[in-house]
């Protein structure tokens, strides 16, 4: 670990209020009296104290500053820090910075500030990338779930886990070195209900990255639906301004647009696509052709049912598109006579769901058929029924109240990845014992499930892996 001194803008590089500029290393005190004019010297001053006074670069003032001081090993990275509050006017920031790199400091780099935190021991990996996911945080749930991780929700429950399987490797490895003394004679089925005990840990955390991912990343949606059925009056609606271009012609949405809203604390990646239906315009189709394919790879796809129209055979070919994913369906322009309801809907995805099962058993196959589409009924128009439609959304993609003080959410794709590891080296563990396998081969897959939840930890990781993470950090933090 290098144990120069470093610097960066640890604020936004826009105009505000108040910038600050961060030194972090062995002699961040001394560079910081080279540049401060104040009553007092810095290196003198006690530590986490607050000074009033001038930036200087020689004779030359550059800003009226407060500086805070702080002493290792009481600081965020765990080394001497100084923070420099100026004002923030993108110049003035960077004319403090360049005048701490002049006298002696170096430009940190990307997340530099959070390695060395990790580095000095000051928080574990899953800490440090909880920072990164606080700084980007869009919603109340990513928010709260970061910051339950940054106080070591994550850590907790690895180390528990980590802590067990040690403990059970090291007694079968102590017992084949010393096998007068300690027997393993019926340790198997022991380790097997330990073993199962912490698969069943490890696949409560897994499953939660699904909800993790969700607040994250949001939910992936595709807004589809038969020409003027009322999709870019939805967007809109949902949007709070005017996103896409409303007429009473069919087909005026030809490409796809994309709008990032939140609603019930949850964020939706709206696309609200082409119209589909058969159409001859070369134009219009590749649009349609484009739908059909967002609606693929979407979390959840809303269709909108103009519901004063009869249905026709492009809405059939939409519910053969949507009936085995998970979908909401929008009975639009309730304000008007509608001839489309529920049961009629329901009626038409049972049929599919049937033909789906004949299918099935004549070709060997299985389908994963949504049980219950939720059938809303709503004008955009006039604003109504958006509000069961909200609540309906965080049912279906939040299981139950979200509660942080005991749940834990994983959110990050690398953690997931160590923890299917993990899961895998103990069933292995356990198939050993079924398979009446001698006691090492049971240490060998533990200790696999160990160093792979020693990497979310970072106790297992290599140094490359651990400069890719941070090079993701923004600058300053």
């Known amino acids: 670990m290098k144990k120069d001194t470093i610097a960066a803008i640890s604020t936004g ?23 401060y004019r104040g009553k007092e010297k810095i290196t003198e001053v006690p530590s ?77 990996l899953s800490q440090a990338e909880a920072v990164i996911d606080l700084i980007n945080s869009e919603n109340e749930y990513a928010l709260q779930s970061s910051v339950s991780q940054l106080k070591g929700s994550v850590k907790s429950a690895i180390n528990e886990l980590r802590s067990k399987i040690l403990y059970h490797t090291a007694f079968i490895e102590t017992a084949l070195d010393d096998p007068e003394h300690i027997s393993v004679d019926g340790y198997g089925e022991i380790l097997k209900g330990v073993s199962e005990e912490i698969i069943e840990k490890l696949q409560k955390l897994i499953d939660s990255a699904d909800d993790g991912r969700i607040m994250k990343e949001g939910i992936q949606t595709v807004i589809v639906g038969k020409p003027n059925a009322g999709k870019s009056s939805l967007l809109n609606l949902l949007a709070g301004h005017e996103r896409a ?48 394919e967002y609606a693929q ?93 909200q609540d309906t959304l965080k049912e279906m993609f939040l299981r139950g109240n979200i509660s942080f003080n005991e749940e834990i959410y994983i959110t990050n794709a690398r953690q997931k990845n160590a923890l299917v590891n993990a899961l895998e080296s103990m069933k292995k563990v356990i198939e050993s014992i079924e398979n009446g396998m001698p006691e090492d081969f049971y240490s060998i897959d533990l200790m696999d499930a160990y160093e792979e939840l020693g990497n979310i930890t970072g106790e297992s990781m290599g140094e490359d892996l651990v400069n890719e993470i941070f090079s993701k950090f923004c600058m300053g933090k």
């Open 245 to 292: 271009i409303v007429t009473d012609i069919a087909g005026t949405t030809r490409d796809v647009l994309e709008e990032q809203i939140r609603l019930q604390g949850l964020n939706l990646n709206v696309i609200d696509t082409a119209g589909i239906r058969q159409t001859e315009d070369l134009v219009e189709k590749m649009g349609v052709d484009k739908a059909k």
């Open 13 to 35: 590089m826009t105009n505000s209020g108040i910038g600050i500029v961060r030194l972090s290393g062995n002699e961040a005190l001394e560079i910081a009296d080279k540049v």
């Open 48 to 124: 986490h104290t607050i000074h009033y006074g001038h930036i200087a670069d020689g004779e030359e003032t550059v800003d009226e500053v407060l500086m805070m001081v702080m002493h290792g090993p009481r600081t965020f990275t765990g080394e001497d820090t100084v923070e420099i509050n100026c004002h923030g006017g993108t110049y003035v920031v960077s004319r403090v910075l360049e005048t701490v790199l002049k006298y002696g400091a170096r430009a940190a780099e990307p997340g530099e500030f959070t390695k060395r935190a990790f580095l000095n021991g000051k928080m574990d």
């Open 297 to 389: 790879k979407a979390d959840l796809i809303i269709y909108v049912v103009d519901a004063s129209k009869k249905l026709d055979e492009n809405d059939e070919k939409i519910m053969e598109l949507i009936y085995d994913k998970k979908a909401i369906i929008l009975l639009n322009k309730s304000d008007l006579e509608t001839v489309v309801d529920e049961n009629l809907i329901r009626e038409k995805i049972s049929n599919l769901k049937k033909e789906a099962e004949q299918t099935e058993k004549s070709e060997g196959q299985r389908y994963q058929v949504s049980e219950n589409i939720p059938v809303i009924q709503i004008s955009a128009k006039e604003e109504q029924g958006i509000q069961t439609f």
